[in-house]
Structures are given as structure tokens and as C-alpha cells.
């Protein structure tokens, strides 16, 4: 799993890049040259010699999982995994599907974040490459070898992010691009990236980053159709693997942002579970609402909760009820659920049907030891299912397990957006449109925002997405 970073290697909130004189070297230009707190450059890396590589490797672990969280929340915004319990107008944007490119949260907080992590992930691997074969770096080579695994490993994820939450991206910094990248070709980036960690890390015997890279390669080849892959890679992964982005209840700042805006903000929750009531948040209610309340996951209007909206009811996640709560980022859970699915498109239904019970079987007690749900009544708990052999109804079964077993993740996006693309399946999990009263869209992904189009040279102000995409449409 990866490790919570220490006091004073970074700013979480800040952009935690390797400094200003390392952006240069690298070429970097756009989104990442504004002002950022530097971490540790190449020299002072030579000047701290050995002891500067747990700085440098927990300043990467750590604007990682300051992405992490993000992500988590913004797809929760936009596939209606949750609503939007306050008044920012740049989260309401999201939350209603007509993102603006201007969007100042999207900036701040999900786009900016996401490039940092790749940005850093990618540096830390060459600075650290570079120091392989210094003697005086030997007596941490074990440490060395380590942080290029999940340097690589974290490139390879951020990498899947950005093909999954946008409807094309551009990279700056080791590995500038001079025009936007779809998402099918960042997918096959990824895979470049993963496939490289699993190699190193098996190598390094390091089993986490390994499996973590094999569970990344096989959801990348389920977005690209390639069922056959992702199933002979997913099998390869235990099932009570779990690979988490970690937190820490030391400061606020390192708190993971999920709990803090959606169960710990004191002055009212920003996010929540919509439960269909709210008018003003197009009656937006959460597709398995009331399996969720049943498990646990969701508390209906708990006392000593408010919304700071206020006419807005609490619905309370719990899965993230601590501020040093992990996210899960790669797990034998997802692997076992790419399993089934594969199945089902082959015709196996009795042996995805196995797979998903046995998910099933165990979930709450899971819940239960992971994230500390209380386990749920006996009429409440999850019974076996049956399928249908219908494809259709059968996938969408698989993805009603993955909002389960995936929640709050970040995998909801990723998943609408896999399947409503799926020209097999007739699947479409975004929510409807939002009435013209509250100027509704249909976004099912994000923009390069306003700042990256403004600042980097290889892009126009037209190409927030592809050619054809407005403010409402983006796909």
C-alpha cells in the first residue's frame, strides 16, 4: 500500500512539484508553471545525498494521494454518487453536467492536482534513475528501486485518470506532448507505464506494486474492449490484495478531503447523498440508495448533521468517517469484478454469477474490517444473485456490484463512461439531463481548463475538448 508521507515534505494542498529549476530542465510549460512549493531539486538531492530520498519519495506519495481524493469526489459529483450539499457555484457546474472550461474548482482541485501527481511521479523516476549507479547512493538502493517502481506505478495510474475523467488531455514537463491526447491512446500510455512497474517491481520484489500495476493493466484493457487481456491479468491477483491511497489525522492539510467535505466539516457538509427531495439539485437521488441505506453505507439524516446549504438533507456516507480513511485504489475486488464481467460477455453466466457471489458473501464484514460500516441487519444483508444471460442486463448487474464494491473511488466515471461508450451494450449509468430550470447538461467528462489553454503554447482557446464539444456536451 502506499505510505503516508511525513511533516515537511510538502505542501498537500499546494502543488507539490520538484521546483522551478527542475520544471526548466524538463521543458515544462502550461498548467505547472505556476507558482509551486518546491520539494527538492537534483541539488539537493546531491547535497543531502542518501537521506534526501525518503524526502523526495514521500513528497510523490503524497501529491499522489492529494489527487486521489479528489478525483473521488469530483466523479462523485458528476455520475450523481453524490450531490452537492453547499453553495459553490464551480462545484454546482459539476454536479449539474455543464462544466465550464473557467471552472475555477475543476482548476484547482481536481485538474491541477492530477497533473502534479503525474508531473512528480514522472520526475522522481528520472532523478532517481539517475542515481543508480552512484556508490554513494548504494546503501539506499533498496529505497531507490522502490520509489522508481511506484513512480512508475503512480505515472501508469494518473495517466488512466485522465483518460477516464476527460475528453482528451496534454502532458507537460519529462514527456511533453505538443497536441491533446484521446483517451483510448492515454489508456495505451498507461499500460506502457503499468506494465513497466509490474516489471520492476517483480524484479525488486515488491508483491503490492506489483499487483497493483497487473490490477491497473486489466482495467485499462477493459476500457479498450480487450476482454481476453483484462481476464488473464485479473486472474493473476489474489483476492484479498488491496493497494490504498493513505492519510493522516496529524493536520488538517493531510486529512483525506472526501471525510472532511462529506462527514468531519464542522461548519456543514459540502457533499452529500441525494436521496431525490431536493429540488434546487434537479431531484437528483442515488441509483442504489436504498440497498446502501440497508448496508450501512449510508446514514439517513443522522442528528448532529447539517448540510451548509441547509435545505439540503444529510444523507451520510461512512465509509470515509476518519480523516486518516484510505481510498482504495486497486484491489483482487476489482479484479475479481473485471473477471465476472469478461464472463458474462463470453456467455459464462454461471461462472461470473460464482464470482459475484462470492463478492457478495463477505461484502459487509469487508465493510466492516476496511472502513469500520456497522454490519447490517440480517433482512438487509446482500442475498445471491441470479443472472439472466441477457448481456445487457447482465453487464449492468456487474457495474450495480462495482457502485458497491467501488464507492466513492473514483471507478463510477470510469465505468458510465466505459460502458455508455460500449456500442454492445445499450448502458448508459450518467443521470438524466437536468431540467432547464437549474441549465442542466449532459458532460460525461471534464475540459482541459481555461488556465492550461491560456498558458500552454501547443494549445487554442477551442480545445478545451475535441472539435464539436460545448459546455454541456463534453464526452
Known sequence: MTRVWERGCGSRRGLVLLAASLVGICGCEGILDVETSGVIVPGDLDAAGPAGVPTLVNGMVGSYNASADNV?????LLTDEMILGGTFPDRFDVDRRRIL??????????????????FQADTTVVIL???????????????????????????????????????????????????????????????????????????????????????????????????????????????S????????????????????????????????????????????????????????????????????????PVLLQTLYSRPEAEILMASGVEAQLIRAEVLVRQGNTGAAEGLLNDLRSDYSLRATLRWGVAPPSPQSALQPLVLTGDLTADVKRVADERARELWLTGDRQATSR??????????NLFPPVKGAGIAGGDDIAFPIVLRELDNNPNLSPGQACPAGQISGGWS
Request: net charge negative.
Open 241 to 312: 490484495f488491496a493497494f490504498l491511497s493513505e492519510y493522516s489525522n496529524r493536520n488538517p492539510d493531510q486529512y483525506n478531503q472526501v471525510y472532511t467535505l462529506t462527514y468531519g466539516d464542522t461548519e456543514g457538509l459540502r457533499w452529500t447523498v441525494g436521496d431525490g427531495s431536493s429540488s434546487i439539485r434537479g431531484n437528483e437521488a442515488w441509483e442504489h440508495l436504498g440497498q446502501f441505506i440497508g448496508l450501512n453505507l449510508i446514514r439517513n439524516r443522522p442528528p448532529g448533521f447539517t448540510t451548509l446549504h441547509g435545505s439540503i
Open 418 to 427: 466505459r460502458l455508455r461508450r460500449d456500442p454492445a451494450v445499450t448502458i
Open 72 to 76: 473521488a469526489r469530483y466523479a462523485a
Open 101 to 118: 472550461s473557467s471552472n475555477a474548482s475543476v482548476t484547482d482541485e481536481l485538474y491541477t492536482p492530477l497533473h502534479a501527481a503525474r
Open 129 to 239: 534513475e539517475a542515481r543508480l549507479a552512484d556508490p554513494a547512493f548504494e546503501e539506499v538502493l533498496d529505497q531507490m528501486e522502490e520509489g522508481i517502481a511506484l513512480g512508475t506505478l503512480y505515472g501508469g495510474y494518473t495517466r488512466l485518470w485522465l483518460a477516464e475523467l476527460f475528453c482528451w488531455s496534454i502532458l507537460t514537463g519529462v514527456f511533453p506532448e505538443t497536441a491533446p491526447v484521446m483517451p483510448d491512446a492515454r489508456v495505451h500510455e498507461a499500460i506502457t507505464f503499468l506494465a513497466e512497474a509490474q516489471t520492476l517491481a517483480a524484479a525488486a520484489g515488491l508483491a503490492d506494486i506489483r499487483h497493483a500495476a497487473i490490477v491497473g493493466q486489466a482495467r485499462a484493457h477493459l476500457w479498450l474492449g480487450n476482454y481476453a487481456e483484462a481476464a488473464a491479468l485479473a486472474v493473476l491477483v489474489p483476492r
